[in-house]
């Protein structure tokens, strides 16, 4: 069975900084492409960024330059770590795998939900101004 569980989510203050992680079982999740999400209250849940199975990685515009996403196979955890957060980054986290999603460095950036497959539960990220 899979299994994705996030954690990491608390309550910053803007221009804070915080690590998500994201614990995978039950598949092989380095040959998967990895993303996170994220859902604001009212708001429609959008792509954050992706790792793809060779490594190759995509952001959104709003978060590039600030989140960084990274892999540890010894431990089967795919991580997001967040800096200069911002109020707008307030929004459940969800961390999902993909066997069929790639990541073109080249292209505009764009995660489709309906590709994902598995997904985590989410954790909460508040921050405050």
């Known amino acids: 069975q899979v299994y994705l569980e996030e954690s990491g989510g608390a309550q910053v203050h803007s221009g804070g900084s915080l690590t998500l992680s994201c614990k995978v079982s039950g598949l092989v999740y380095n040959s998967y492409c990895m993303g996170w999400f994220r859902q604001a209250p009212g708001k429609e849940r959008e792509g954050v960024g992706a790792?793809?199975?060779?490594?190759?990685?995509s952001y959104s515009d709003s978060v590039k330059g600030r989140f960084t996403i990274s892999r540890d196979d010894g431990k089967n955890t795919l991580t997001l770590e967040m800096e200069s957060l911002k109020p707008e980054d307030t929004a459940t986290y969800y961390c999902?795998?993909?066997?069929?999603?790639?990541?073109?460095?080249?292209?505009?950036?764009?995660?489709?939900?309906?590709?994902?497959?598995?997904w985590g539960r989410g954790t909460q990220v508040t921050v405050s101004s």
């Open positions: 999902a795998a993909s066997s069929s999603a790639v990541v073109v460095a080249s292209l505009p950036f764009e995660m489709n939900e309906s590709e994902y497959e598995y």
């Open positions: 790792f793809d199975s060779d490594g190759s990685t």
